[in-house]
Nanobody
Framework: QVHLAESGGGSVQAGGSLNLSCAAS????????VGWFRRTPGKEREVVAI???????PYYADAVKGRVTISRDNAQNTYLQMNNLQPEDTAMYYC??????????????????????????WGQGTQVTVSS
């Protein structure tokens, strides 16, 4: 069983930066997708970025591309560096992971991007608030 805990959220002014952290404990993440998602009241959950622990290029949503970087370290932590934050980035941010799988015939990132239901372990979330 994997457990996830996010941290690093806060309140910043437009143009500011935050670095969110997602600490995984329990089973080792290997051949999993780890994603960052966000949700605001009244809106659908939105993918922000996804990385596959087995390697390959990450995925970024168009709304954040160029402003956000997802990365991992050797200690099972996943990070979301967010720069040039805007008020529309205000949301609760969650990290989530899939179970391990081996992609066949297509990239792991495309599998995870197209089937969000594969993300079955979620953290509690960390709030990001950006003021204008």
């Amino acid at each position: 069983q994997v457990h996830l805990a996010e941290s690093g959220g806060g309140s910043v002014q437009a143009g500011g930066s935050l670095n969110l952290s997602c600490a995984a404990s329990g089973n080792t993440l290997s051949s999993n997708c780890v994603g960052w998602f966000r949700r605001t009241p009244g809106k659908e959950r939105e993918v922000v970025a996804i990385v596959f622990t087995g390697g390959g290029s990450p995925y970024y949503a168009d709304a954040v591309k160029g402003r956000v970087t997802i990365s991992r370290d050797n200690a099972q932590n996943t990070y979301l560096q967010m720069n040039n934050l805007q008020p529309e980035d205000t949301a609760m941010y969650y990290c989530a992971t899939t179970g391990p799988f081996l992609p066949i015939g297509r990239s792991a990132i495309s599998v995870c991007r197209d089937d969000i239901d594969k993300f079955d372990v979620w953290g509690q979330g960390t709030q990001v608030t950006v003021s204008s």
